[in-house]
């Protein structure tokens, strides 16, 4: 079974990564286009710039955050198009979702992924 992963781009591409993902909404600092060895960018599937700034990588805003990226996810009208796309590539190999946020713990893939999986399963 093909997994659905999570992987800062600081860290090296591996061949187990299979489709690479960016999913933020601005390019990370100081990372060639060859180093981040991506297949996709996928700005249109990330948090609003309002709601990334108001939760600001802050680990007790982020239930709150989570509520309501979620809301905006379900509402989003790239949404359909990019699950369809995962679960292709999902057919092919691994999916890694590539992320700068310095906190594995507390960023906005994390709350992608489980929404990502939710949806997946319906």
């Given at each position: 079974m093909n997994?659905?992963?999570?992987?800062?781009?600081?860290?090296?591409?591996?061949?187990?990564d299979g489709t690479r993902?960016?999913?933020d909404r601005l390019w990370?600092?100081?990372?060639?286009k060859e180093r981040a060895a991506l297949?996709?960018?996928?700005k249109e599937i990330t948090p609003s710039p309002d709601l990334r700034?108001?939760?600001?990588?802050e680990p007790e805003r982020f239930a709150t955050f989570t509520e309501l990226y979620r809301k905006e996810l379900d509402a989003n009208p790239a949404g359909e198009g990019f699950l369809s796309e995962i679960r292709d590539?999902?057919?092919?190999?691994?999916?890694?979702l590539v992320y700068a946020a310095k906190d594995p713990a507390c960023n906005h893939v994390l709350v992608l992924k489980d929404w990502i999986e939710e949806q997946l399963k319906r």
């Open positions: 997994e659905l992963k999570m992987k800062r781009i600081y860290e090296s591409a591996e061949p187990t993902i960016l999913v990370p600092r100081g990372i060639s297949t996709r960018w996928e700034k108001w939760f600001g990588h590539f999902l057919k092919e190999g691994n999916v890694t």
